[in-house]
């Protein structure tokens, strides 16, 4: 969106040249902007977008719906929205995004944390439970903004967790990450896992949300995703399973007698990649559903143990 017609927008709005723009009424009138340029959840948005450039919440913002906005904050208001009407992600102009309750810094480095993955948490922090040891050693494969690794160290105290990523800069978010839950059990590695990477060590449990969006697939993605989120972490390049395929081969190598791996898989792959997982040899623990009741996680064990089929 061009500045200069949301600059028209706003001299020709209903509240006149002469009125001050306040909270309510800017809301009203961008939130209709971005409704009428077909943005789900407009209000929200917007909602979300001037509770961080006034430093409020947005119970705050209603609490104090006739304030008037200086020219700063409506000049920093219109930057932020234009970033938006451009298909930046809500989450990158923030800087920030909540995952499991907890505040996670995001940039460009990486992908934004997404509900589904929460239940790749939940489903890990199941077993870290029923382990019941006082060391749990995980690996997380591909950590981006640390999302996985921090929830997991930050729930289950008694976690140990490598968290690597091919990525320089993302490995920077998650250092953020870490430090803002003041959390020292993740060690942040820089590595790729489609070269050989701590010889010889064994984890009771591998964790990712890998690359799993086919390089035909990218081409269609919504342009939040495909023109802002890194394409390292979205797109495999290849068929969507270059990923998994690699992280069957880890698992082999570096888990532990009875350990376990979850990966989180696109709405649509989950039979292929329980073909995929159970001919490298392992056992499908579960096919777990997100919030939506489509599959989007799978577990597999390195031997029968505790496991069963779904």
Not at 111 to 127: G, M, N, Q, S, W
Request: aromatic share 8%.
């Amino acid at each position: 969106m061009q500045s200069h017609q949301t600059n028209a927008s706003y001299s020709s709005a209903a509240t006149g040249p002469h009125t001050p723009w306040n909270v309510l009424s800017l809301l009203d009138w961008s939130a209709r902007y971005l409704k009428d340029r077909d943005f789900d959840e407009s209000r929200l948005n917007v909602e979300l977008l001037l509770s961080h450039v006034l430093g409020l919440s947005r119970i705050e913002l209603y609490m104090n719906f006739d304030r008037p906005l200086s020219i700063d904050e409506r000049a920093r208001f219109k930057s932020v929205l234009q970033r938006r009407l451009r298909h930046e992600p809500l989450q990158y102009i923030i800087g920030e995004t909540e995952f499991m309750g907890l505040k996670m810094f995001v940039d460009q480095s990486v992908l934004i944390p997404r509900p589904e993955t929460e239940v790749l948490v939940e489903e890990a922090l199941k077993i870290i439970q029923a382990a019941g040891k006082e060391r749990v050693e995980v690996l997380d494969i591909g950590t981006g903004s640390g999302n996985i690794s921090v929830a997991l160290a930050h729930f289950a105290r008694n976690v140990v967790v490598t968290a690597i990523d091919i990525s320089h800069a993302a490995l920077q978010t998650a250092a953020r990450n870490l430090s803002r839950h003041a959390l020292s059990t993740v060690t942040l590695m820089e590595a790729d896992i489609f070269c050989d990477f701590l010889p010889g060590k064994k984890f009771d449990i591998i964790v990712s949300n890998p690359p799993y969006v086919s390089e035909s697939e990218f081409e269609i993605l919504a342009p939040e995703i495909r023109e802002f989120e890194p394409r390292i972490a979205t797109c495999d390049n290849g068929d969507g399973f270059r990923f998994i395929r690699r992280i069957c081969t880890i698992a082999g190598e570096k888990l532990k007698d009875g350990g376990a791996f979850l990966v989180e898989i696109a709405y649509n792959q989950s039979e292929a990649t329980r073909t995929i997982v159970e001919g490298s040899g392992f056992i499908v623990g579960g096919l777990f559903a997100d919030y939506s009741g489509i599959s989007r996680v799978l577990m597999a064990r390195i031997s029968g143990r505790g496991s069963q089929r779904t």
